[in-house]
Protein backbone atom coordinates (compact mmCIF):
# COMPACT_ATOMS: atom_id res chain seq x y z
CA UNK A 1 0.00 0.00 0.00
CA UNK A 2 1.12 3.47 -0.61
CA UNK A 3 1.75 5.30 2.29
CA UNK A 4 -0.51 8.63 2.29
CA UNK A 5 2.80 10.62 3.34
CA UNK A 6 4.11 9.22 -0.47
CA UNK A 7 1.00 10.42 -2.25
CA UNK A 8 0.96 13.74 -1.02
CA UNK A 9 4.70 14.32 -2.17
CA UNK A 10 3.48 12.53 -5.54
CA UNK A 11 0.70 14.94 -5.89
CA UNK A 12 2.37 18.16 -5.13
CA UNK A 13 5.33 17.18 -7.40
CA UNK A 14 4.87 15.14 -10.36
CA UNK A 15 1.10 14.51 -10.25
CA UNK A 16 -0.09 17.62 -10.27
CA UNK A 17 0.21 17.88 -14.05
CA UNK A 18 -3.60 16.36 -13.62
CA UNK A 19 -4.84 19.89 -11.81
CA UNK A 20 -2.66 21.62 -14.49
CA UNK A 21 -3.26 25.33 -13.82
CA UNK A 22 -5.80 25.00 -10.82
CA UNK A 23 -5.20 26.13 -7.57
CA UNK A 24 -5.04 23.78 -4.91
CA UNK A 25 -8.57 24.56 -3.27
CA UNK A 26 -10.53 24.04 -6.29
CA UNK A 27 -13.95 22.29 -5.84
CA UNK A 28 -12.73 19.09 -6.38
CA UNK A 29 -15.07 16.04 -4.93
CA UNK A 30 -17.62 18.83 -4.21
CA UNK A 31 -20.80 19.92 -5.61
CA UNK A 32 -24.43 19.99 -5.11
CA UNK A 33 -26.97 16.90 -5.03
CA UNK A 34 -29.84 19.09 -5.29
CA UNK A 35 -30.32 18.22 -9.02
CA UNK A 36 -31.32 14.86 -7.81
CA UNK A 37 -34.62 15.32 -6.71
CA UNK A 38 -36.74 12.37 -6.14
CA UNK A 39 -39.29 12.01 -8.64
CA UNK A 40 -41.42 8.41 -6.83
CA UNK A 41 -44.65 9.68 -4.79
CA UNK A 42 -44.36 9.21 -1.34
CA UNK A 43 -45.62 5.27 -0.18
CA UNK A 44 -48.67 5.81 1.89
CA UNK A 45 -47.00 3.87 4.78
CA UNK A 46 -48.27 0.21 6.20
CA UNK A 47 -50.64 1.95 8.86
CA UNK A 48 -53.27 4.45 8.19
CA UNK A 49 -54.58 7.09 11.26
CA UNK A 50 -56.07 8.84 10.01
CA UNK A 51 -59.50 7.31 11.46
CA UNK A 52 -58.08 8.49 15.54
CA UNK A 53 -58.23 11.74 16.50
CA UNK A 54 -55.85 13.74 17.16
CA UNK A 55 -56.68 15.73 20.53
CA UNK A 56 -54.00 15.35 23.35
CA UNK A 57 -54.78 11.79 25.62
CA UNK A 58 -56.67 11.85 28.75
CA UNK A 59 -53.70 10.38 30.35
CA UNK A 60 -50.35 12.11 31.13
CA UNK A 61 -48.15 9.47 29.72
CA UNK A 62 -44.23 9.31 30.18
CA UNK A 63 -42.26 9.43 26.43
CA UNK A 64 -38.72 8.65 26.03
CA UNK A 65 -36.66 10.16 22.78
CA UNK A 66 -33.72 8.23 22.62
CA UNK A 67 -31.72 10.98 19.78
CA UNK A 68 -28.04 12.72 19.15
CA UNK A 69 -27.97 15.91 17.46
CA UNK A 70 -31.17 16.45 15.45
CA UNK A 71 -33.26 14.98 17.92
CA UNK A 72 -31.73 17.50 20.60
CA UNK A 73 -32.42 20.59 18.47
CA UNK A 74 -35.94 19.42 17.53
CA UNK A 75 -36.80 19.67 20.92
CA UNK A 76 -35.35 22.22 22.28
CA UNK A 77 -37.07 25.63 22.24
CA UNK A 78 -35.65 28.45 19.92
CA UNK A 79 -33.16 30.33 21.13
CA UNK A 80 -29.42 31.04 22.65
CA UNK A 81 -27.98 28.22 23.45
CA UNK A 82 -28.81 26.38 26.52
CA UNK A 83 -27.83 22.54 27.51
CA UNK A 84 -29.07 20.67 29.64
CA UNK A 85 -26.93 17.85 28.80
CA UNK A 86 -24.68 16.54 25.95
CA UNK A 87 -27.03 17.32 22.43
CA UNK A 88 -30.14 17.65 25.02
CA UNK A 89 -30.74 21.41 24.90
CA UNK A 90 -33.06 23.69 26.68
CA UNK A 91 -32.89 26.29 23.33
CA UNK A 92 -31.00 26.22 20.37
CA UNK A 93 -31.04 28.90 17.71
CA UNK A 94 -32.53 25.94 15.38
CA UNK A 95 -34.64 24.76 17.99
CA UNK A 96 -37.93 23.28 17.03
CA UNK A 97 -40.10 23.69 20.50
CA UNK A 98 -41.07 19.77 19.99
CA UNK A 99 -40.54 19.41 23.88
CA UNK A 100 -42.67 22.07 24.56
CA UNK A 101 -45.82 21.51 21.87
CA UNK A 102 -45.54 17.75 23.97
CA UNK A 103 -46.02 18.92 27.56
CA UNK A 104 -48.70 21.09 26.30
CA UNK A 105 -50.09 17.93 25.27
CA UNK A 106 -49.86 16.35 28.90
CA UNK A 107 -46.91 13.86 27.91
CA UNK A 108 -43.84 13.76 30.28
CA UNK A 109 -40.84 14.09 27.79
CA UNK A 110 -37.47 12.28 28.85
CA UNK A 111 -34.46 11.92 27.07
CA UNK A 112 -31.40 9.76 26.69
CA UNK A 113 -28.31 11.01 24.29
CA UNK A 114 -24.79 10.99 23.91
CA UNK A 115 -22.93 10.06 26.80
CA UNK A 116 -25.51 7.57 28.64
CA UNK A 117 -26.00 4.06 28.67
CA UNK A 118 -28.79 3.65 26.29
CA UNK A 119 -28.18 7.41 24.23
CA UNK A 120 -24.60 6.79 23.32
CA UNK A 121 -24.97 4.60 20.40
CA UNK A 122 -28.15 5.34 17.74
CA UNK A 123 -26.46 3.70 14.50
CA UNK A 124 -29.05 1.15 13.26
CA UNK A 125 -27.10 -1.92 14.46
CA UNK A 126 -27.14 -0.80 17.91
CA UNK A 127 -31.16 -0.93 18.17
CA UNK A 128 -31.27 -4.05 18.69
CA UNK A 129 -29.01 -5.11 21.00
CA UNK A 130 -30.25 -2.01 22.66
CA UNK A 131 -33.72 -3.29 22.84
CA UNK A 132 -32.95 -6.64 23.42
CA UNK A 133 -30.65 -6.42 26.41
CA UNK A 134 -31.61 -2.85 27.89
CA UNK A 135 -35.52 -2.92 28.23
CA UNK A 136 -35.07 -2.01 31.74
CA UNK A 137 -33.25 0.41 31.54
CA UNK A 138 -35.20 1.95 28.29
CA UNK A 139 -38.41 1.50 30.25
CA UNK A 140 -37.19 3.52 33.52
CA UNK A 141 -34.72 6.50 31.74
CA UNK A 142 -35.33 9.93 32.95
CA UNK A 143 -32.46 11.80 31.80
CA UNK A 144 -28.99 9.91 30.17
CA UNK A 145 -28.24 7.86 33.30
CA UNK A 146 -30.79 9.42 35.50
CA UNK A 147 -33.76 6.72 36.55
CA UNK A 148 -37.53 7.33 36.79
CA UNK A 149 -38.50 7.15 40.60
CA UNK A 150 -40.01 3.63 41.67
CA UNK A 151 -42.50 2.66 39.89
CA UNK A 152 -42.56 5.14 37.20
CA UNK A 153 -41.95 3.86 33.37
CA UNK A 154 -42.12 5.57 30.05
CA UNK A 155 -44.87 4.14 27.98
CA UNK A 156 -43.55 5.58 24.66
CA UNK A 157 -40.02 5.23 23.44
CA UNK A 158 -39.37 7.01 20.32
CA UNK A 159 -35.84 6.66 18.45
CA UNK A 160 -33.94 7.55 15.54
CA UNK A 161 -30.64 7.13 13.89
CA UNK A 162 -28.79 10.43 12.83
CA UNK A 163 -28.07 11.03 9.46
CA UNK A 164 -24.64 9.80 8.72
CA UNK A 165 -26.51 6.30 8.51
CA UNK A 166 -27.71 7.45 5.50
CA UNK A 167 -24.56 7.21 2.98
CA UNK A 168 -26.14 4.31 1.54
CA UNK A 169 -24.28 4.25 -1.99
CA UNK A 170 -24.91 1.32 -3.13
CA UNK A 171 -27.64 -1.89 -2.97
CA UNK A 172 -25.35 -3.94 -0.54
CA UNK A 173 -25.37 -0.74 2.29
CA UNK A 174 -29.45 -0.21 1.34
CA UNK A 175 -29.69 -4.03 1.65
CA UNK A 176 -27.76 -4.20 5.40
CA UNK A 177 -30.12 -0.98 6.83
CA UNK A 178 -33.10 -3.35 5.77
CA UNK A 179 -31.98 -6.37 7.35
CA UNK A 180 -30.68 -3.98 10.66
CA UNK A 181 -34.29 -3.25 10.66
CA UNK A 182 -36.13 -6.32 10.21
CA UNK A 183 -34.50 -7.58 13.31
CA UNK A 184 -35.91 -5.46 15.82
CA UNK A 185 -39.44 -6.36 15.26
CA UNK A 186 -39.55 -9.56 17.26
CA UNK A 187 -37.82 -7.68 19.91
CA UNK A 188 -39.79 -5.08 19.77
CA UNK A 189 -43.32 -7.66 19.70
CA UNK A 190 -42.33 -8.42 23.29
CA UNK A 191 -43.27 -5.47 24.57
CA UNK A 192 -47.15 -4.65 23.80
CA UNK A 193 -47.45 -2.66 26.94
CA UNK A 194 -45.53 0.24 25.29
CA UNK A 195 -45.62 2.30 22.30
CA UNK A 196 -42.45 2.55 19.86
CA UNK A 197 -42.20 5.13 17.37
CA UNK A 198 -39.27 4.57 14.51
CA UNK A 199 -38.49 8.36 13.38
CA UNK A 200 -36.99 7.73 9.86
CA UNK A 201 -33.33 8.43 9.35
CA UNK A 202 -32.92 12.60 8.89
CA UNK A 203 -31.70 13.11 5.33
CA UNK A 204 -28.09 14.40 4.28
CA UNK A 205 -27.78 17.83 2.97
CA UNK A 206 -27.22 18.41 -0.46
CA UNK A 207 -23.81 20.06 -0.93
CA UNK A 208 -20.38 18.72 -0.10
CA UNK A 209 -17.70 20.80 0.96
CA UNK A 210 -14.17 21.31 -1.58
CA UNK A 211 -11.27 19.50 -0.57
CA UNK A 212 -7.69 20.15 -1.66
CA UNK A 213 -6.85 18.88 -4.88
CA UNK A 214 -3.71 17.03 -3.20
CA UNK A 215 -6.31 15.18 -0.65
CA UNK A 216 -8.89 14.24 -3.78
CA UNK A 217 -6.10 12.90 -5.87
CA UNK A 218 -5.13 11.22 -3.10
CA UNK A 219 -8.44 9.52 -2.86
CA UNK A 220 -8.17 8.60 -6.44
CA UNK A 221 -4.79 6.41 -6.36
CA UNK A 222 -5.77 4.73 -3.32
CA UNK A 223 -9.25 3.34 -4.55
CA UNK A 224 -11.09 5.43 -1.73
CA UNK A 225 -14.75 7.20 -2.51
CA UNK A 226 -14.82 10.39 -3.64
CA UNK A 227 -17.29 12.15 -1.07
CA UNK A 228 -19.54 14.21 -4.17
CA UNK A 229 -19.85 11.09 -6.17
CA UNK A 230 -20.69 9.17 -2.82
CA UNK A 231 -23.42 12.02 -1.74
CA UNK A 232 -24.97 11.63 -5.01
CA UNK A 233 -25.27 7.79 -5.26
CA UNK A 234 -26.59 7.95 -1.51
CA UNK A 235 -29.97 10.38 -1.61
CA UNK A 236 -31.32 7.99 -3.91
CA UNK A 237 -30.26 5.19 -1.37
CA UNK A 238 -31.76 7.07 1.61
CA UNK A 239 -34.96 7.07 -0.86
CA UNK A 240 -35.21 3.75 -1.51
CA UNK A 241 -34.74 2.37 2.18
CA UNK A 242 -37.50 5.11 3.39
CA UNK A 243 -40.45 3.87 0.80
CA UNK A 244 -39.51 0.44 1.76
CA UNK A 245 -40.25 1.70 5.57
CA UNK A 246 -43.29 3.04 4.77
CA UNK A 247 -44.57 0.83 1.95
CA UNK A 248 -47.43 -1.24 3.01
CA UNK A 249 -45.42 -4.17 1.44
CA UNK A 250 -42.48 -3.33 3.40
CA UNK A 251 -41.14 -3.10 6.56
CA UNK A 252 -44.09 -3.33 8.69
CA UNK A 253 -46.53 -5.85 6.16
CA UNK A 254 -46.58 -8.63 8.68
CA UNK A 255 -46.09 -6.80 11.89
CA UNK A 256 -49.32 -7.91 13.81
CA UNK A 257 -49.53 -5.65 16.89
CA UNK A 258 -50.38 -1.73 17.17
CA UNK A 259 -47.01 -0.93 19.19
CA UNK A 260 -44.52 0.10 16.52
CA UNK A 261 -45.64 3.13 13.82
CA UNK A 262 -42.96 5.27 11.99
CA UNK A 263 -43.11 8.69 11.35
CA UNK A 264 -41.30 9.56 8.16
CA UNK A 265 -39.03 12.52 9.59
CA UNK A 266 -37.04 11.83 5.92
CA UNK A 267 -39.89 12.58 3.84
CA UNK A 268 -41.18 16.06 6.13
CA UNK A 269 -37.58 17.18 5.91
CA UNK A 270 -37.03 16.33 1.95
CA UNK A 271 -40.06 18.62 1.68
CA UNK A 272 -42.58 15.66 1.57
CA UNK A 273 -40.43 14.23 -1.75
CA UNK A 274 -39.33 17.63 -3.57
CA UNK A 275 -35.75 16.05 -2.93
CA UNK A 276 -33.82 12.73 -1.55
CA UNK A 277 -31.69 15.21 0.33
CA UNK A 278 -32.17 17.59 2.89
CA UNK A 279 -34.28 20.55 1.90
CA UNK A 280 -33.89 22.79 5.22
CA UNK A 281 -30.36 22.26 5.64
CA UNK A 282 -27.99 24.60 7.30
CA UNK A 283 -24.68 26.43 6.60
CA UNK A 284 -25.50 27.55 3.12
CA UNK A 285 -26.58 23.89 2.11
CA UNK A 286 -23.41 22.15 3.71
CA UNK A 287 -24.53 21.22 6.99
CA UNK A 288 -27.38 18.08 7.61
CA UNK A 289 -28.32 19.51 10.48
CA UNK A 290 -31.83 21.04 9.85
CA UNK A 291 -32.58 24.58 10.29
CA UNK A 292 -35.51 26.39 12.50
CA UNK A 293 -37.78 26.01 9.81
CA UNK A 294 -37.07 22.44 9.12
CA UNK A 295 -37.77 21.63 12.81
CA UNK A 296 -40.86 23.46 13.50
CA UNK A 297 -42.38 21.86 10.16
CA UNK A 298 -41.05 18.28 11.86
CA UNK A 299 -42.69 19.30 15.34
CA UNK A 300 -45.91 20.54 13.86
CA UNK A 301 -46.22 17.00 11.73
CA UNK A 302 -45.70 14.94 14.74
CA UNK A 303 -47.73 15.96 17.51
CA UNK A 304 -51.17 15.38 15.65
CA UNK A 305 -49.02 11.85 14.59
CA UNK A 306 -48.52 11.17 18.00
CA UNK A 307 -51.66 11.38 19.57
CA UNK A 308 -53.18 9.52 16.90
CA UNK A 309 -50.67 6.64 17.30
CA UNK A 310 -51.57 6.81 20.85
CA UNK A 311 -54.50 5.53 20.10
CA UNK A 312 -54.28 3.60 18.08
CA UNK A 313 -52.44 1.68 20.74
CA UNK A 314 -55.09 1.72 23.38
CA UNK A 315 -52.95 4.40 25.69
CA UNK A 316 -54.87 7.37 25.57
CA UNK A 317 -56.79 6.45 28.04
CA UNK A 318 -55.04 4.68 30.71
CA UNK A 319 -53.95 6.54 33.65
Known sequence: MIRSKHVKKLVLGGACVAVAGASLLIPVGGGSASQLSATAPRS????????????????????LFIHHSVGGALLADSGDKQRIAEEIWRSHPNGGGLRRLLEGQGYEVHEASYGSDIGGHTDRGDWLPKFRDKM???????????????????KIVVFKSCFPENMLSDDAAVARAR?????????????????????????????????????WLARKIMGKPLPGPRLLKSGPGARRLNDWVVSPEGWLKDYPLKNLVVFDLFDTLT?????????????????????????????????PFLNRAVRRAGLAEQR
Open 44 to 63: AGPVSLAEFSSDPPRAKLPL
Open 136 to 154: QVIRTCALNDQRLPDGQQN
Open 179 to 215: EDLSALLPVIAAHPDMLFIYMTTPPLAPKVRSEPAWK
Open 271 to 303: NHGKSDFLEFATDDGYDSHPSRAGNELVAAEFV
